[in-house]
């Protein structure tokens, strides 16, 4: 059989393959900045287990000395067993503190696994209705959409994302209480939740910082709620953003694609 002869490649195959090049150089430089964000994130991650660690344990190293002082002194002292219970007590509190702020890191650190399938938002407010405590002063007023499309999410990752937000909201109200308002609704495209509360909301200057991981303006906060609910929610194709009036409250709304069918 004679040879095939090679035929030169016309101008759209050639527009086509530089195409298909500038496509797979677009994507490496897209993984490789993805990558580089990730690592930059372990970083600050880093930084914040030792500053979040450090406070506790000097604590935990001050009792110590203490009790040290405090056994020195059994003999003469005949109330020293009331303080070295109390000693222990606060011991055990701050080695508590050291293992929650251990365990949000991981939890933030660990790589999920994503199981998107058709969820019904409305259940899954209802679900965290039923076990929300809140304090007196602050009420719960749910606007449901009756017969909203199910959302293509991973069922866990959204309640977790929804207690991280209705944890915020309350914390933000606990003080001077308010209402915690939870909505869902479909804008045809996307299926919507919102966590909205009556609380100081977010100042401005604050807006670009409280997706950061390890920032907190919390005396107890880690700082790891929102980044985690934005991890959760991208790693789900979703978006999370907010709407905040400085002393009118602030709204978070998350959202995600429509399950097919
Ligand atoms: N609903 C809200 N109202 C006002 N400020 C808020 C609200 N939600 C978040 N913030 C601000 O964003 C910061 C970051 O929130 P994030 O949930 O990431 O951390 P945190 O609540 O401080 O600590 P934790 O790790 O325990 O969640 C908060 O410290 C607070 O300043
Ligand atoms: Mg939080």
Redesign the pocket.
């Known amino acids: 059989m004679p040879a095939e002869a090679t035929q030169p490649a016309t101008v759209p195959e050639q527009l086509e393959r530089q195409l298909r090049e500038t496509q797979a150089a677009l994507e490496q430089a897209r993984a490789e900045l993805q990558q580089r964000e990730r690592l930059a994130l372990a970083g600050q991650i880093v930084m914040g287990i030792g500053h979040e660690l450090r406070e506790p344990l000097s604590v935990i190293s001050n009792l110590v000395y203490c009790l040290r002082l405090a056994c020195g002194e059994r003999e003469a002292a005949p109330g020293t067993a009331v303080t070295l219970q109390r000693y222990l007590d606060c011991i055990e509190e701050q080695v508590l503190e050291a293992d929650r702020v251990i365990t ?1 890191l991981l939890e933030y650190a660990r790589t999920y696994e994503v199981r998107r399938q058709a969820v019904d938002l409305n259940g899954v407010v209802e679900g965290r209705a039923g076990t929300l405590r809140l304090p007196n002063n602050i009420r719960l007023a749910k606007q449901l959409t009756p017969g909203l499309p199910a959302a293509l999410a991973d069922p866990l990752h959204v309640e977790r994302v929804l207690h ?2 209705t ?3 309350i ?3 606990r003080a001077d209480g308010g209402e915690l308002r939870l909505a869902t609704f479909s804008t045809g495209e996307a299926v919507v939740l919102e ?3 009556t ?4 100042p401005p200057e ?1 807006a670009d ?5 390890m ?4 005396p ?10 934005r991890q959760l929610v991208e790693a789900n194709q979703g978006s999370i953003g ?1 709407r ?1 009036t400085p002393g009118c ?2 709204a ?1 709304r998350v959202s995600f694609s429509l399950a097919a069918g």
């Open positions: 949000g991280n937000l944890v915020n909201a914390e933000s109200m966590v909205a509360d609380g100081p909301g977010i604050l910082k409280v997706f950061d991981p920032f907190s303006t919390r107890a906060g880690m700082g790891l709620g929102l980044a985690l609910c907010f905040s409250g602030a978070f």
